[in-house]
């Protein structure tokens, strides 16, 4: 089973401001295989991003992720309100199980 | 407009089954992988396994021995079944459609407790 690990676990940042958070997966993956959720109180999952960079219908141009092989990253260039969130990696290697990371949750400085 | 909902009970005792059913509408069902996710309060989001409408099933190995997913396209319905259960089963329980890459839609989340 790959295992990813997200950090930081908190992000205390303004509006304004850029974010940058990390997953690490314990193993190369396929950059196709790597995608990104937000997740608000309450909610459900939202898809961001996913083949790595590749931004879902109606995500924002803010929004961008990259990386390959073993460490990706998600990046919101400049934080709105609706931004602050827990974000969470979600691999899938070509075998079961798909898994997620921790989760890094963005919160309000 | 896709949309998937869960329905089932929101209490299950302890060493009893869990059962779940997510209705999908707006989409066929005869396409893509069809998945449950759970989410304990206050943790992260843990895949159960999902079903092909052709029937073929992935179970996270971590549970395949308590889990059976099950499928009925003439419904356009998945469910969820969760033998055995313990107060560390108590989450809420998404369904949700996984499009190869990613989840794209989801339920809004069904809130099940195992107490006695």
């Known amino acids: 089973e790959i295992v990813l690990t997200q950090s930081p676990g908190t992000l205390s940042l303004s509006p304004g401001e850029r974010a940058t958070l990390s997953c690490r997966a314990s193993q190369s993956i396929s950059s196709n295989y790597l995608a990104w959720y937000q997740q608000k109180p309450g909610q459900a999952p939202r898809v961001l991003i996913y083949g790595a960079s590749t931004r879902a219908t109606g995500i924002p141009d803010r929004f961008s992720g990259s990386g390959s092989g073993t460490d990706f990253t998600l990046t919101i260039s400049r934080l709105e309100p609706e931004d602050f969130a827990v974000y969470y990696c979600q691999q899938y290697s070509g075998s079961p199980p798909i898994t997620f990371g921790p989760g890094t949750k963005v919160d309000i400085k | 407009q896709v949309q998937l909902q869960e329905s089932g009970p929101g209490l299950v005792k302890p060493s009893e089954t869990l059962s779940l059913t997510c209705t999908v509408s707006g989409a066929s069902m005869n396409t893509y992988y069809w998945t449950w996710i759970r989410q304990p309060p206050g943790k992260g989001l843990e895949w159960i396994g999902n079903i092909y409408y052709s029937g073929k099933i992935n179970y996270n190995p971590s549970l395949k021995s308590r889990v059976i997913i099950s499928i009925d396209t003439s419904k356009n319905q998945f469910y969820l079944k969760l033998n055995s259960v313990t107060a560390a089963d108590s989450a809420v329980y998404y369904c949700?459609?996984?499009?190869?890459?990613?989840?794209?839609?989801w339920g809004q989340g069904s809130l099940v407790a195992v107490s006695s």
């Open positions: 949700a459609r996984w499009r190869e890459l990613l989840f794209d839609y």
